[in-house]
């Protein structure tokens, strides 16, 4: 299927997507009842005040002014009070209802971006996604707001006109309304523009997100390798992609104010060359006739204000498109029902192949290897070769397409993911830490609630209890977005107390002392020695010294396994693993 006719079928019509962002008012329907009716409030006392008019004109035209002196003030008074209390009915409580809509579709995409496969995030550049958080829920808030706002208010009031314009002198207001139509061509022509162009201006936001993250992400690398000038060009490049869409937009509803405005002004001048006509206001008096002026004179503000909604409109259902599509993507898939309770912690791949979602190659073939209940397994070979992505399957972060996974004997999709992954514990290379305190960092998800004791046992055991009893707030300190106040060293015990604590059967280590100074390493070491004691481990190691004490060693090349044994075996062979050891050992 060709890919514009694909994207026609998806992209669903404008109306679909407004009524589904509107299902996110019903919860609140009691508010825009409140709301609704502020609105009806307002809008009667526009041909309230056309009706003043033709009072005060016939009051004084018949000479009885005295009578009606004070009546006409109060009247005047009254009117603009209604209308007061009117507009901060509607307003605000339309206000309290966008407010929620924007809370609720924020707090429903951030549940789906936390159950979105491992593959979403490695294609899609993090600024993108949080600037559909951000920038295109904000979008929404006019067209939930705004828009209606100005669609019932301004609406009601040009129903209140044209029905005291038509009460005042039905013939003429019908040759009035003839002109309606053609105003509603040129809208129409104008929100088709809107749309595209709302797009456009979503994706470029988008790109200046991504490129700005990355700039704050890598600054180190951009400061050192002289990148200044390539980001500012990547950056200035974006940016005026999106100044230029913008620019279209606010062209296109520039126009569209006075074209309509000058649409309206045509009627008016026929409607005051007919009204002067004998035979078609033979029985109006001079305050109707001047009422029927006023209250024609008034709708053109209404009526552009109703063009104007157009383009928040469009906007609004082009971001609302945008997030619809992300809460409508295909969560992680976890057809397991069974519980994985206190697993024993043998894992086996067997005849497994595997290639990433974006990928044509395979990255596993044909893999069969048995890891025994408590052993360890160190897996070696050059990078590139498949070593994390036979690690990452373990924990379902992808699931296998082709041939099994067992654990503790069975098919690893036969568990609910949950129950897999409360009995792995995993230190990666790039240690993660939250930007909160070291306690919720060691303590983190299902062990939030460990008592401190536990939390400093695990900090003892990591070798991190002494650096962590040095800081002034001890469990309290807080480590930084990423962990950047702490070291590496630091980080990574951090991490491994946050392992050790999960006390969990099987453990994976990525690389977990790749990044260390020697005297770190060893502490390290010390700790990974203690969290591996009785618990299945896969290793994927660089240095010798965490290899040559594994029980299996299995070496990985191209996605396939070339060798397998125990540290001595694999040196009696004279194989690759041979070779590898040879080369590291001389660099040692």
């Not at 303590?443 to 003892?460: M, S, T």
Request: hydrophobic residues 45%; aromatic residues 8%; proline residues 2%.
């Amino acid at each position: 299927m060709s890919a514009p006719s694909m994207h026609n079928s998806q992209s669903e019509s404008g109306v679909k997507i407004y009524l589904r962002l509107l299902g996110y008012v019903k919860s609140s329907w009691w508010l825009f009842v409140i709301s609704v009716f502020g609105f009806i409030l307002y809008s009667a006392m526009e041909p309230a005040l056309a009706a003043m008019l033709k009072h005060i004109v016939d009051v004084v035209s018949s000479g009885a002014i005295e009578e009606n002196r004070l009546l006409i003030p109060f009247g005047i008074l009254g009117i603009f009070v209604c209308r007061g209390i009117g507009t901060f009915l509607g307003s605000y409580f339309m206000a309290k209802i966008a407010n929620k809509v924007v809370y609720d579709l924020r707090t429903l995409m951030f549940d789906k971006l936390v159950l979105l496969p491992s593959a979403y995030y490695s294609e899609m550049p993090s600024g993108r996604i949080l600037s559909k958080l951000t920038y295109d829920t904000e979008q929404v808030v006019g067209s939930v707001t705004s828009a209606i706002k100005t669609m019932l208010r301004e609406g009601f009031t040009v129903v209140g006109l044209l029905g005291y314009m038509l009460y005042t002198n039905w013939r003429l207001s019908l040759m009035f309304l003839l002109i309606i139509p053609v105003i509603g061509f040129v809208v129409s022509y104008a929100s088709k523009r809107f749309r595209k162009l709302s797009k456009r201006i979503q994706n470029a936001m988008g790109g200046v997100s991504d490129v700005a993250s990355e700039s704050i992400k890598g600054h180190e690398v951009v400061k050192i390798f002289g990148g200044f000038e390539y980001e500012r060009d990547r950056f200035r490049k974006v940016a005026n992609d999106n100044r230029r869409s913008q620019l279209k937009m606010e062209l296109t509803k520039a126009l569209n104010i006075p074209v309509v405005q000058f649409l309206v002004a045509i009627s008016l001048a026929l409607l005051i060359w007919l009204a002067l006509n004998p035979d078609l206001s033979s029985n109006m008096s001079a305050g109707d006739f001047v009422a029927f002026i006023g209250a024609a004179g008034m709708l053109s503000k209404p009526a552009r204000q109703l063009t104007d909604v157009n383009s928040i409109l469009q906007k609004g259902i082009a971001a609302a498109q945008s997030i619809f599509e992300f809460i409508d993507m295909t969560e992680e898939a976890d057809k397991g029902v069974q519980t994985l309770a206190n697993a024993k912690g043998s894992v086996e791949w067997r005849n497994l192949s595997f290639k990433y979602p974006s990928s044509d190659r395979l990255t596993l073939e044909s893999i069969n290897l048995l890891l025994p209940a408590g052993k360890t397994l160190a897996l070696v070979g050059r990078s590139g070769g498949g070593k994390s992505t036979l690690a990452n399957l373990v924990p379902r972060l992808y699931d296998v397409a082709d041939g099994e996974l067992l654990v503790d004997g069975q098919d690893s999709r036969e568990y609910s993911l949950k129950s897999l992954r409360s009995q792995i514990a995993l230190v990666n290379q790039n240690v993660v830490l939250f930007n909160g305190s070291i306690r919720d960092n060691i303590a983190y998800g299902y062990l939030r609630d460990a008592p401190d004791e536990d939390v400093i046992n695990a900090a003892k055991a990591a070798n991190a209890w002494e650096f962590i009893q040095g800081f002034e707030h001890g469990l309290d300190t807080m480590v930084g977005e990423n962990g950047v106040l702490m070291s590496g060293g630091q980080r990574q015990r951090i991490a491994i107390a946050r392992a050790i604590l999960k006390n969990a059967p099987i453990l994976i280590l990525d690389e977990a002392t790749s990044a260390l100074d020697s005297e770190s390493e060893r502490a390290i070491q010390q700790a990974l020695d203690s969290l591996m004691k009785n618990r299945t481990t896969i290793a994927i190691a660089h240095r010798l010294s965490t290899i040559e004490n594994a029980d299996i060693i299995a070496v990985v090349d191209h996605g396939q396994i070339i060798e397998v044994g125990s540290h001595k075996e694999l040196i009696e062979q004279g194989g690759a693993y041979a070779k590898l050891h040879q080369n590291q050992f001389n660099e040692e």
